[in-house]
């Protein structure tokens, strides 16, 4: 398989349910991150890690957990969440390393899960 | 905060029509990339502009970045329903991984 996938596609989850998100990227990328996409909203950024450590955590609140085990991998724990949480949350690689200078860094996206808290 | 601004916010064009989207930013950027996102599926990069007024050609779409790298706009040349989805721009903040998008431009191409 290539790319980036995401697993599952769709989730519906109580307020009180644990569960989580996968992220996996064929790309041989060292930087993943993970969005949060609702309607009439612009992409907000949620989290960064570049070569397995985080770099960005973009004010989220606990309630979402991310982890990166390794450079292909990138998990998004959720607990106790709340109806609006609900969202198309989208995972993205890119080559990642060092940005200094004006070196260009291109993302490219999985499909999304489509999370649905009642 | 930074911000890019896209307009129009939605169009409907007939098929064959011309249109250009806009993306504007008071930030400068070090590089822009525009992406296409259709219902239910993730954006897909479209093409990533670096050179400040720099053009690129991808078949009926023209993308040019301005020449303050501040602001870049995507025509499509005798649009087609294939080209209906929501066009994205993001911007790359040099030197981090902070990565900025529009607030997106909703096309739809009526046959």
């Known amino acids: 398989e290539t790319g980036v996938t995401q697993t599952p596609r769709h989730l519906v989850m109580g307020m009180t349910n644990k569960k989580s998100l996968k992220c996996e990227q064929h790309?041989?990328?060292?930087?993943m991150y993970w969005y949060k996409q609702s309607a009439k909203k612009p992409l907000e950024l949620m989290f960064v890690?570049?070569?397995?450590?985080?770099?960005e955590n973009n004010s989220v609140p606990s309630r979402f957990s991310p982890e990166c085990p390794n450079s292909s991998h990138l998990f998004l724990h959720l607990h106790t969440l709340q109806p609006e949480d609900s969202a198309l949350y989208l995972c993205?690689?890119?080559?990642?390393?060092?940005?200094?200078?004006?070196?260009?860094?291109?993302?490219?996206f999985g499909p999304g899960t489509r999370l649905t808290v009642l | 905060t930074q911000l890019l601004e896209q307009s129009p916010q939605f169009l409907s064009i007939q098929e064959g029509e011309n249109l250009t989207v806009y993306c504007n930013s008071s930030?400068?950027?070090?590089?822009l990339q525009w992406y296409r996102q259709e219902p239910g599926e993730g954006p897909v990069l479209l093409v990533t502009?670096?050179?400040?007024?720099e053009v690129k050609k991808l078949k009926r779409l023209t993308f040019q970045f301005g020449d303050a790298r501040k602001d870049s706009s995507l025509h499509i040349t005798a649009a087609q329903p294939g080209d209906t989805g929501l066009y994205l721009c993001?911007?790359?903040?040099?030197?981090?991984?902070?990565?900025?998008f529009g607030t997106g431009t909703r096309l739809k191409v009526l046959a």
């Open positions: 993205a690689s890119s080559h990642g390393g060092w940005r200094g200078g004006n070196v260009t860094d291109t993302q490219y």
């Open positions: 790309l041989g990328h060292n930087a």
């Open positions: 890690y570049n070569f397995k450590e985080q770099t």
């Open positions: 930030s400068v950027f070090s590089s």
């Open positions: 502009v670096v050179t400040g007024g």
């Open positions: 993001a911007g790359d903040d040099s030197g981090t991984y902070k990565y900025i």
